[in-house]
């Protein structure tokens, strides 16, 4: 879905203009001996969204802040309701992003071996995304192919690999280089606003792409990642990659992960 790449720009923009660019992209998964498991993707704009809400109690810039959510239209855990001047998705971009990413769930609907589909739209701490149960890893990786075309006009076969004595996370569908690639395309790749790609960089340095890996009937023995974290107990490994931090680019970090389990 083109619109998709053009929402990411927006949100980035947004990120310069708050001041912030915490920007949170979590991705969880289970996987059992048996190959079933859970899939969950999370976007949380939390941070962004309480330094605009901040800047808005102080009157900060009214135009600034109709690019973000209205707090008047979020009433505790309720729905979130667009301002009615917001007729494009770029004039409420975090809102509009949240709606594509929890959007996902009706996509699935249906999908062999996929189960127990949830939209994730929490609109109070703007997180938002989607969650399922697989059968099985072909099953996943057939969900993760429907998400990647419909979302973000990819081409993915596979994901990720797992036979109980070993798990295979593979580069595709790797949603911080999307992004990092819509900055590219819309917003920093031309010559002469090496200055704008700069501005980008900075702001962005924190934002993060998570990568969580639960193993409960087995133990990580070995990880060839080397931002990989194994828990106490082995069961879990964490990769936290940071796709506009200069410093940790240098390094070229990669969702790609080979576990040996026990």
């Known amino acids: 879905m083109k619109n998709l790449k053009s929402l990411f720009l927006a949100v980035l923009t947004i990120s310069m203009t708050a001041l912030t660019g915490c920007l949170h992209i979590i991705e969880e998964a289970t996987f059992r001996n048996n190959g079933s498991g859970t899939y969950k993707m999370t976007l949380d704009m939390s941070e962004m969204k309480g330094m605009m809400d901040m800047f808005k109690g102080m009157g900060g810039d009214s135009t600034a802040m109709n690019m973000g959510a209205d707090s008047t239209s979020i009433q505790g855990e309720g729905d979130y309701t667009p301002p009615a001047d917001a007729a494009s998705p770029t004039e409420n971009p975090m809102g509009s992003l949240g709606e594509q990413m929890s959007s996902v769930a ?13 939209e994730i739209k929490d609109t109070s701490t703007f997180s938002f995304g989607y969650s399922f149960d697989f059968a099985d890893v072909a099953s996943l990786n057939r969900a993760l192919k429907i998400i990647n075309k419909d979302k973000y006009e990819a081409k993915v076969d596979e994901v990720f690999r797992f036979n109980g004595k070993s798990f295979e996370r593979l580069k595709a569908g790797d949603l911080g280089e999307e992004m990092k690639k819509a900055m590219m395309e819309n917003g920093g790749g031309e010559e002469g606003e090496e200055g704008s790609m700069d501005m980008f960089k900075m702001f962005l340095a924190d934002m993060s792409y998570k990568q969580i890996y639960h193993f409960p009937d087995r133990a990580v023995k070995k990880s060839n990642n080397k931002l990989g974290e194994i828990s106490e107990g082995g069961h879990t490994l964490t990769i936290d990659i940071k796709p506009f931090n200069e410093e940790q680019q240098k390094n070229k970090p990669t969702v790609a992960t080979k576990l040996k389990l026990k």
Do not use: C, Y
Not at 107 to 118: E, K, P, R
């Open 106 to 118: 009706s996509t699935l609907q249906g999908v062999a071996g996929i189960t127990s589909v949830v």
